[in-house]
């Protein structure tokens, strides 16, 4: 690994849809599994990741097609262009340059907390009021803050 860059899980990251909470903490663990193994296993990561990618980005487009959310072009787009990369990326670490897909983990790892407090908490709480009746109270255990 060439650094300690880490992606672990949080409170920080809930947004009180179950499905997409959980959906959030498996491409946490695999984005952090990316960013803290021994260069051999990278590769396997990253196969992972793109799996889970296709799997999370499908779910949550047929979430926004089935309920009509307002602003699912801009997230369908944001989501294509991370799963797009991933393929991409894909190639060169399998030709043996570690170092971009350890570059494109970081990215993941600065990317995922913005768009799922912008863009995920907006379509969590336009499920939860769907399903539910109304937005969901998150309680948080462990919060942590970063400093710019």
């Not at 980005?57 to 799963?83: G, I, L, Q, R």
Request: glycine content about 4%; some cysteine; overall charge negative.
């Amino acid at each position: 690994m060439s650094d300690n860059t880490a992606l672990p899980w949080t409170d920080n990251y809930l947004l009180g849809y179950p499905p997409m909470d959980d959906t959030h903490r498996e491409f946490v663990d695999i984005v952090d599994a990316m960013l803290s193994c021994e260069d051999a296993a990278f590769a396997g990561h990253l196969r992972a990741f793109i799996v889970h990618a296709e799997a999370h980005f499908a779910e949550e487009k047929a979430w926004m097609e089935s309920t009509d959310f307002p602003a699912s072009s801009c997230h369908v787009d944001d989501h294509n262009a991370v799963y797009n990369s991933a393929l991409e990326v894909e190639p060169h670490v399998l030709d043996g340059n570690v170092m971009i897909g350890r570059m494109f983990a970081a990215e993941l790892a600065r990317w995922f907390p913005g768009h799922a407090d912008y863009l995920d908490s907006a379509l969590a709480q336009w499920m939860a009021k769907r399903k539910l009746g109304g937005v969901p109270v998150v309680l948080k255990r462990n919060i942590t803050t970063t400093e710019s």
